[in-house]
């Protein structure tokens, strides 16, 4: 490995290392972990997008999360009167989610947020750089899920 490889290796070593401090420092979001967030926004969306309540297998599979994670994550988010579970009229096995009229307003208020975030990314760097910047992220994720999943 050549000299300059070794600096290309350290800026992306770097720079990943700001990014997870970032993440590390910023637990929380309007006072609800993020993880809380992830949940709360899932649901809104693929209700929205199918029609109907959703489950909680459907979440995991949208947050490539597993189901007891998900389970412990709805469970905290009834605590805190955001959401509501209901038992399937047709099947009594499946519990369906829904948000509360407190967890539709966290959920927009959660929308605002983000979108004020990323429309920042999007002045600071421009609408060329930032579908770049967009484009070169899903290449890493791509590449990190591969690298991860291949034997080592």
Known sequence: MNKQSNIDIKKFIDAFEALARIER???TIMGIKKSEARVLL????????????????????????????????????IN???????????????????LTDEGKKIVESLKKYFNSLFSGIV??????????????????????????????
Do not use: M
Not at 53 to 64: H, W
Not at 85 to 96: A, F, P, S, Y
Not at 128 to 150: C, G, H, R, T
């Open 42 to 77: 899932c649901i809104e969306f693929l209700s929205k997008e199918k029609g109907y309540k959703v489950n909680i297998s459907e979440i995991s599979k949208s947050l490539s999360i597993t189901s007891p994670s998900t389970t412990e994550f709805v469970k905290n988010l």
């Open 25 to 27: 420092h910023n637990q």
């Open 123 to 152: 002045e600071r760097l421009g609408a060329e750089q930032s579908e770049l910047l967009i484009d070169l992220l899903d290449k890493v994720n791509i590449y990190f899920n591969e690298w991860y999943a291949s034997p080592k």
């Open 80 to 98: 805190k009167g955001y959401i509501e579970r209901h038992v399937n009229q047709t099947d009594k096995r499946v519990i369906e989610i829904t």
